[in-house]
């Protein structure tokens, strides 16, 4: 049996970007590169470094990762190797990323 709004959410057109959250301070965006199992993951940052992350315990259920995704994070203070996830982008945000520049439409290989 179906909701009263069930066929509400099949004609849901693509989503509008009304406002991208912009990394701010310390914050950088990333690429996730790796799943390393639990709420752990390698992800390449655009400051150059590949930085072990982990996803923070209040965001680890709302927050489902896949190698690939655009992300912030926050690197830590002591150990720059390492940090924290605290946004990841939607399609429709990482396309405007790209289209504004603050995103590399393409991985450079070496």
Same mark, same amino acid.
């Given at each position: %049996?179906?909701?009263?709004? @069930?066929? /509400?959410? !099949? !004609?849901? &057109? +693509?989503?509008?970007?009304?406002?991208? $959250?912009? *990394?701010?301070? =310390?914050?950088?965006?990333?690429?996730?590169?790796?799943?390393?199992?639990?709420? =752990? %993951? @390698?992800? +390449?940052?655009?400051?150059? $470094?590949?930085?072990?992350?982990?996803?923070?315990?209040?965001?680890?259920?709302?927050?489902?990762?896949? *190698?690939? &995704?655009?992300?912030?994070?926050? *690197?830590?203070?002591? &150990? /720059?190797? =390492?940090?924290?996830?605290?946004?990841?982008?939607? *399609?429709?945000?990482? +396309?405007?990323? =790209? $289209? /504004?520049?603050?995103?590399?439409?393409?991985?450079?290989? @070496?």
């Amino acid at each position: %049996m179906a909701g009263k709004n @069930f066929h /509400n959410k !099949n !004609n849901v &057109d +693509e989503e509008v970007v009304v406002r991208v $959250k912009l *990394p701010r301070n =310390k914050e950088v965006i990333g690429i996730i590169e790796q799943r390393l199992g639990g709420n =752990k %993951m @390698f992800v +390449e940052c655009l400051d150059g $470094k590949t930085r072990n992350c982990r996803v923070p315990g209040r965001l680890k259920r709302k927050l489902w990762l896949r *190698p690939g &995704d655009v992300v912030i994070i926050e *690197p830590w203070e002591l &150990d /720059n190797t =390492k940090g924290d996830v605290l946004y990841k982008y939607r *399609p429709n945000q990482v +396309e405007w990323l =790209k $289209k /504004n520049g603050y995103l590399k439409t393409e991985k450079e290989e @070496f």
